[in-house]
């Protein structure tokens, strides 16, 4: 019968339909352990010639012993550091409780005791990855990619550049998002009684996170510096020995990235009043403070053409971000330009990307015109971005009196800030001044930029070149080796 | 198949499907219509609450399985249930809305396995009960393993199971069971073809997109390229199929019946839908990889699990269940009409004669017999009325 075939052939069908589901459950990398940093460990296989294999075998019995599993982390106790010779327990407090760890980790699931448990896995890992490398599934079709937790780096924050957030920072981050990229806003969480509690794990396990990845790090590059026979000596010390030697020490590096994290809360930058701040940019230019943020807004211009502030060298002149550098962010450099691969041959990088980095994509200045920015968009946040700089991004620190005598004025910085507020209505609010009109309040700016010259500053030499092109204070801020690295746009 | 065994076949099948007049048939048929109905009806939410628990990631929002926190699945305290967190809310009530479809089958196959109905039909639906308990198991399965691929085969199967309730819901429609699909001239083959192309591609895209839906956080980003770029190649597949279809509802025979061009307006209307639900999904999900160069877009902020994001990527994955069991209308009726009125080959050979030849072999002539096939004038006014 044709009713009979038809229905047997739906069968068929719809039985070949559900085995298919089966093909997509095989995967490489397991949630059980912790990815390696696999680019690292291998280029230091290749400068050292040491076996990578034996390499990661030795970091992972040693981070296992130190931080767990994805399923079962572990905070370093005081009695391990004091083991390893180290007597700071201090610097365990109140940073991490493993108790909010032990919520993050894991699968996802609500156990008999209605809690909810893996919220790392549920909200962050298919971007951030299992173990914080910033290479989860979805990371390769994301723009820009997701956060490497393990470089210790992160972008917004109310500490300067070098330095490692604080617990609101990140906090910040997780209620505000970054507007324009993946991270998303978790702020809906606090709407609910059940989980307004799953923010304070979330940070516990990022913070977690950081630290395994940047002891592991350190622990790579002490690689590359004794090799492996110093290492593989160095390695078990911990366990006997109570005297810091100079060989690395994994207690030792432990402890010198809690200690960071732990100053983080005192290296906090101070904003001072300013009483343009406060009021949207609408508001003053209705109000009677009109001539004071004009004012503002003139002075700012000028300071943000100075080759000094190096801000037009990225951003352009118009500030639309047509600046001529091209410069990559710092965990992009970290395996290509530092380890000599050139990213923008894709013959050198293609190799690497294997072993879970992406495309090497470079670092867009932001169009200011646009009135987006990611790193929040109060007056404070912008100052704070100027002031500090963005760490792991080519956007520097402004050096600051007092701490640097030959450097900028909080008013230079707040003046800087209501130019780039002012830019996003610069059509809507057109300036009605002299200096306005000019193609360049920066060309004019040219003579004040002098009093700061980057080069004093820096105690670099003083060519035009070097100036222009902003690489001094980005150079000297970050530490990296930026002159080297950039590339200008033909 | 050669002619002649074609026609025997569809001279069975006519009987078998409910063509012949018999006043208790149609009853019988109508109990089976009722059901089956119910349970499209019902099961199309039950997908949508399924895709909310994914969404929610809230598949282990319930640690146990058949109970709720220890509780049989019906005694679980309302309060709890609702006014506990929402995933807890979502992963219960899709399980309650899963027990009651459960119900819903076994009705089926009280309505099916009583006189008058044709053995395939209740044999069928003791497969349709037997599916819904494996999806059933397989649910539990995902919960009481803990494993993310079972999820995946639990997110697969139940458009699947759709599908068979949507086509209980065709065998057992009163367009199956009258001359509505008999449209007077032979099907061209290309829209037998079209038809089953059109359920191919949109099954295959169900199981890419749960590909890309349940990508564990482990896998590599290379997989979840993979996956994605497929799920898009086969999208432009699933398009270009329909607009060609929607293309050709002008010609014959789409032209001259309602009963098969109606499907093909509502997969043209549903892919509209389901693309930009695509769309959507993926800028609510991951936001726009053009964010920077698209003016305004750079603005937005992803809301982890938003309302509005929750209510357009669990609708993407809604929206293609409805493709598909549409689509599975649309191929059993195409089917269904060929069948009846014959198939138009490439070259031109119709295969109507073949079916005529059964007509006067069939009990009673074209007197009994709905809209013969091929011979719709044949048919009185008081025969044509919906027999089932």
């Given at each position: 019968m044709i009713g009979c075939k038809v229905r047997a052939r739906v069968w068929v069908v719809m039985a070949c339909l559900e085995i298919l589901p089966l093909f997509g459950g095989c995967n490489v990398r397991s949630p059980g352990s912790f990815s390696p940093s696999a680019v690292q460990i291998h280029q230091v296989s290749e400068s050292r010639e040491v076996s990578a294999e034996a390499m990661t075998a030795r970091l992972e019995s040693v981070m296992t012993d130190w931080f767990g599993t994805p399923d079962k982390p572990r905070w370093p106790t005081a009695q391990k550091l004091t083991d390893g010779g180290i007597d700071q327990a201090s610097l365990l407090v109140s940073l991490v409780d493993p108790k909010q760890l032990e919520r993050a980790a894991g699968p996802v699931r609500r156990l008999e005791d209605r809690v909810e448990y893996g919220l790392y896995r549920k909200h962050c890992a298919h971007c951030h990855g299992i173990s914080g490398d910033g290479w989860g599934a979805t990371a390769g079709n994301l723009s820009p990619y997701p956060r490497d937790f393990r470089r210790g780096t992160f972008k917004f924050k109310s500490t300067p550049v070098g330095s490692r957030p604080t617990r609101s920072d990140l906090m910040a981050v997780l209620k505000r998002g970054i507007p324009?990229?993946?991270?998303?806003?978790?702020?809906?969480?606090?709407?609910?009684k059940h989980f307004r509690d799953d923010y304070e794990p979330l940070i516990d396990y990022v913070i977690y996170l950081s630290v395994r990845g940047e002891v592991e790090r350190r622990l790579i590059g002490a690689m590359s510096e004794s090799g492996e026979e110093g290492w593989e000596a160095a390695l078990p010390s911990d366990q006997k020995s109570t005297a810091p030697d100079s060989r690395p020490s994994v207690a030792r590096e432990v402890a010198e990235v809690l200690r960071r994290w732990r100053q983080a809360s005192q290296e906090v930058l101070e904003v001072p009043d300013n009483e343009l701040a406060d009021r949207s940019i609408e508001d003053l230019w209705s109000g009677p403070q009109r001539s004071q943020l004009l004012a503002a807004i003139e002075r700012g211009e000028k300071l943000f053409g100075m080759p000094a502030t190096a801000c037009t060298s990225c951003h352009g002149q118009s500030g639309r971000?047509?600046?001529r550098v091209v410069d990559y962010d710092e965990w992009t450099k970290d395996w290509t330009i530092r380890a000599g691969v050139d990213p923008t041959d894709r013959s050198q990088w293609k190799r690497w990307s294997r072993l879970g980095v992406g495309k090497p994509v470079p670092d867009r200045p932001r169009d200011l015109h646009a009135g987006v920015y990611r790193g929040g968009a109060s007056s404070q946040d912008l100052y704070r971005r100027i002031a500090g700089g963005i760490d792991g991004s080519p956007m520097p620190a402004l050096p600051l009196k007092p701490a640097n005598p030959q450097g900028w004025t909080s008013q230079d910085v707040w003046d800087l800030v209501h130019f780039v507020r002012w830019l996003p209505y610069s059509e809507q609010f057109p300036r009605e001044t002299a200096a306005q009109s000019s193609p360049s309040g920066a060309t004019a700016a040219l003579a004040l930029g002098d009093r700061l010259s980057i080069a004093l500053l820096l105690g670099l030499p003083t060519g035009s070149q070097t100036i222009d092109d902003g690489r001094s204070i980005a150079g000297i801020e970050s530490g990296s080796d930026r002159p080297a690295l950039e590339k200008e746009i033909p | 198949m050669n002619r002649s065994g074609r026609g025997v076949d569809a001279k069975m099948d006519m009987v078998d499907s409910g063509l012949a007049s018999d006043p208790n048939r149609d009853v019988a048929m109508g109990r089976v219509r009722f059901w089956a109905r119910l349970l499209a009806f019902f099961t199309f939410p039950l997908i949508w609450l399924g895709g909310l628990v994914t969404t929610q990631d809230a598949g282990m929002a319930v640690p146990d399985w058949p109970g709720t926190f220890g509780y049989n699945l019906w005694l679980y305290p309302i309060s709890t249930w609702l006014l506990g967190p929402f995933d807890l809310f979502v992963e219960h009530g899709h399980r309650l809305l899963a027990t009651f479809v459960g119900l819903l089958a076994i009705c089926l196959v009280g309505s099916a396995w009583r006189p008058h109905v044709s053995r395939s039909m209740r044999w069928w639906s003791v497969g349709v009960l037997a599916a819904v308990i494996g999806q059933g198991i397989l649910g539990g399965l995902r919960v009481r393993l803990d494993e993310r691929v079972m999820a995946m085969i639990h997110g697969c199967t139940g458009p699947l199971f759709f599908a068979m309730a949507v086509a209980t819901a065709v065998w057992a429609g009163r367009t199956w069971n009258s001359s509505k699909l008999q449209i007077g001239q032979a099907v061209p083959g290309r829209w037998l073809w079209m038809s089953r192309a059109i359920l191919a591609a949109v099954l295959t895209q169900l199981v890419l997109g749960a590909q890309v839906r349940h990508i564990v956080p482990w896998a590599l980003p290379s997989q979840f390229t993979f996956w994605v770029h497929l799920h898009l190649t086969f999208a432009a597949v699933v398009t270009l199929l329909i607009v060609a279809a929607w293309l050709g509802r002008w010609s014959k025979p789409l032209r001259q019946s309602k009963a098969i061009r109606w499907p093909v307006d509502g997969l043209a209307a549903l892919l509209l839908l389901q693309l930009s639900l695509g769309v959507g999904t993926w800028f609510v999900s991951y936001a726009s990889p053009w964010a920077i160069s698209l003016g305004g877009l750079d603005r937005y902020v992803l809301q982890a699990k938003g309302y509005f994001e929750s209510w357009v990527i669990t609708g993407h994955q809604a929206t293609g269940s409805l493709l598909i069991g549409l689509s599975t209308a649309w191929w059993l009726w195409m089917g269904e009409a060929g069948r009846r009125s014959g198939i138009q080959s490439e070259e031109g050979v119709s295969t109507v004669a073949g079916r005529q030849s059964i007509r006067a072999s069939l009990p009673g002539g074209a007197s009994q017999v709905h809209g013969t096939i091929g011979i719709p004038s044949t048919v009185s006014a008081g025969e044509n009325r919906e027999l089932g």
């Open positions: 324009g990229t993946s991270m998303p806003s978790f702020a809906s969480l606090s709407e609910s971000g047509d600046g | -």
